[in-house]
């Protein structure tokens, strides 16, 4: 029997012994593991019982369905209540979940796309929200009819990313996206800010326009009609402040302090609150069925392999990285309809405005909320789109831990971090991103990419959308002249040698900005009868190893390396790592004090990365009877 022929009188009895059960299971795997949170899964079993198996539409038997509601668990330490929910469902097996936190299991200790019913890691505080404001923005993209709904704990209330997304949210209208704050009014080592003051939550948001409803999170019936509620309200998203007490059930823990990531130990505290869970079980009652999502006559795009039409550029056209992104941004728009832009703010300087001009359906303005706008990319790339969050490269740095989650959701999201670098000039070292490189590269198995002319940057725009995972466009503030032709190609973990010669004797290796820097220093040592070798290095990680490799090797293992950024986690970092088992020292000409303002050459000049500094450094290369040991310069 499906829940639409369930009377609420037959339901709620269904439901209270399927909450029961998800609070006996969230126990027993936490207390076989040693470790977990049962009291928090024990204040949300209610909560989450109505809204799988009295509310939501989905296929339990395909989790990944592009229809299926969704349900994001923001207090992703509540792990164990998620999966002994899709156990209920019948997706897992029960037997698996006492094997919870072990490490050839993936039901880990917070939730990640391991598995196939959870769209973006979860369990640092503030982001799930983030992120489903970006499924709820792709059912509009698709044409879907799908729900969103994610569960907020009052703790992480606390984070102001969750109040970015409270407003983002509000601008875009979504109304079909349904918070539910789960109000046990006790944190890790206190009381929440507000306890159960649920008032007080219910307040807020309402203050940043949303439509809220406060309840009794054990009362089914409440929960139910509160759902309901949510789906009937048009034209802003809802906010569910459910009361509830932690540890529900549980007589060791049901509201009381310090109980927090505290599994019940085996014995008799282990039989007794199962005895006492066991004890609410209603009997004959059976599990309803799960409807099944409405499904559209349209299917969802696939992936496009279209060639990317690259603009008219001549050799010595002066144009800068950041433009040339924006255009090709544009172009891969037309072509592939899954492609989305994100932007706070900036886009008349990212020139993701270009994109906005001919897909305004796909562009999302987040405003100045650089965690929202990259939690939101998450949330759209879990589900198919391929999301281009653009922003100053230095306050990209502002939502590292949301970058950080997105590595480990192995989310499909391709950032642009523009005005990169000392050469930004007069704004002064608040604006220059010169850590970025350092993030992007610590995230396993993100392309760092750095063009530095329009041709390049427009290529790498196209490589990063193929590239199966997250990648990091690094663009530049200043425009520099076209040195390749548009017959060029750019795989990601390629290089490019711009200068060789068999009489070269050292290698520099520059990228973005400092690429002309290398050439002028070129040209100058030319004139001195000194040849070297200049490589652009564009893709910094996957760095190309084998070319470095044999560069230095043919050069007397002198190699220098130049980039607009601090030296620890750049390009002097990624080339110091590819050469180190052939015996290539590196010396590292980058940014090493804090910048001050001033004329973009001044800057390069004064903080060793101009190519004076390379030639500079070339000859003390030369005059040296070994290479330079790193970092000496």
């Known amino acids: 029997m499906s829940v639409e022929g369930l009377s609420r009188s037959s339901l709620i009895p269904a439901l209270q012994t399927i909450a029961t059960r998800l609070r006996i299971e969230s126990v027993r795997s936490t207390s076989e593991a040693g470790s977990g949170h049962p009291s928090s899964c024990c204040s949300a079993a209610d909560i989450v019982a109505a809204l799988f198996f009295g509310h ?137 800010q507000w306890g159960h003051d649920v008032d007080a939550y219910a307040a807020r948001w309402r203050a940043f326009g949303w439509h809220a409803i406060v309840i009794d999170g054990h009362d089914l019936d409440a929960i139910l009609n509160a759902l309901g509620e949510a789906k009937n309200t048009g034209g802003r998203p809802t906010m569910i402040v459910a009361r509830t007490l932690k540890g529900k059930g549980i007589p060791l823990m049901e509201g009381k302090d310090g109980c927090h990531g505290k599994a019940i130990q085996k014995g008799a505290d282990l039989d007794a609150t199962l005895a006492a869970l066991e004890a609410e079980l209603v009997a004959g009652t059976s599990s309803p069925v799960i409807p099944s999502p409405p499904i559209r006559s349209v299917p969802s795009a696939g992936t496009s392999t279209k060639p990317l039409s690259i603009s008219d550029y001549s050799l010595g056209d002066s144009v800068a990285t950041r433009e040339a992104y924006g255009t090709a941004l544009a172009e891969l728009g037309r072509i592939d309809s899954r492609v989305v832009a994100l932007d706070a703010d900036v886009g008349n300087s990212t020139f993701s405005e270009k994109f906005e001009r001919v897909h305004a359906d796909r562009f999302y303005q987040i405003h100045i909320a650089e965690q929202v706008m990259v939690g939101a990319a998450m949330g759209l790339a879990s589900r198919g789109a391929v999301p281009f969050p653009s922003t100053f490269a230095c306050f990209l740095t502002r939502a590292s831990d949301f970058v950080r989650m997105a590595g480990i959701s192995r989310s499909n999201i391709k950032f642009a971090g523009s005005h990169a670098g000392i050469s930004i000039g007069e704004d002064g070292p608040s604006q220059m991103a010169l850590e970025d490189m350092a993030m992007m590269r610590a995230v396993p198995n993100c392309a760092v990419l750095y063009p530095c002319d329009g041709v390049s940057a427009e290529r790498l725009v196209e490589s990063a959308a193929r590239y199966d995972g997250m990648a990091y466009i690094r663009t530049s503030r200043p425009k520099t002249p076209v040195i390749y032709s548009q017959t060029e190609a750019f795989p990601v973990g390629g290089s490019k040698i711009l200068q060789q010669s068999e009489a070269d004797v050292a290698t520099v290796v520059a990228a973005g900005i ?103 450094a070339v000859h003390r290369q030369i005059a040296a009877e070994v290479p330079v040991v790193s970092g000496d310069s």
């Open 56 to 192: 939501m539409r989905f296929n339990p038997s395909d989790p990944q369905c592009d229809d299926n509601d969704r349900f994001i668990l923001s207090k992703g330490h509540a792990a164990p209540l998620l999966y002994a929910a899709w156990a209920e469902a019948g997706f897992i097996d029960h037997r698996d979940l006492i094997r919870l936190r072990q490490l050839d299991c993936d039901l880990e200790g917070h939730p990640t796309p391991r598995l196939p019913f959870v769209d973006v890691a979860t369990g640092s505080l503030g982001q799930g929200i983030c992120a489903a404001i970006g499924i709820a923005l792709n059912a509009r993209r698709l044409g879907s009819a799908y729900r969103t709904y994610v569960m907020v704990g009052d703790g992480e209330s606390a984070e102001g990313s969750v109040w970015e997304a409270a407003k983002v949210a509000d601008s875009f209208a979504l109304d079909n996206l349904c918070g539910i704050t789960d109000v046990n009014a006790l944190g890790q080592s206190r009381s929440t």
């Open 514 to 616: 400092t690429v002309f820097e290398a050439l002028a220093a070129y040209d100058h040592l030319q004139g001195e009868g000194i040849s070297i070798r200049v490589i652009d290095a564009y893709s910094v990680q996957p760095v190309d190893a084998e070319s470095l490799v044999s560069a230095g090797l043919k050069t007397g293992c002198r190699l220098i390396t130049v980039e607009d950024h601090y030296p620890v986690g750049g390009l002097g970092d990624a080339v110091s790592e590819a050469v180190a088992d052939d015996g290539i020292t590196v010396t590292r000409l980058a940014v090493r004090e804090i910048p001050r303002s001033g004329k973009p050459t001044e800057l390069l000049d004064r903080y060793g990365i101009s190519s004076l500094n390379i030639i500079a």
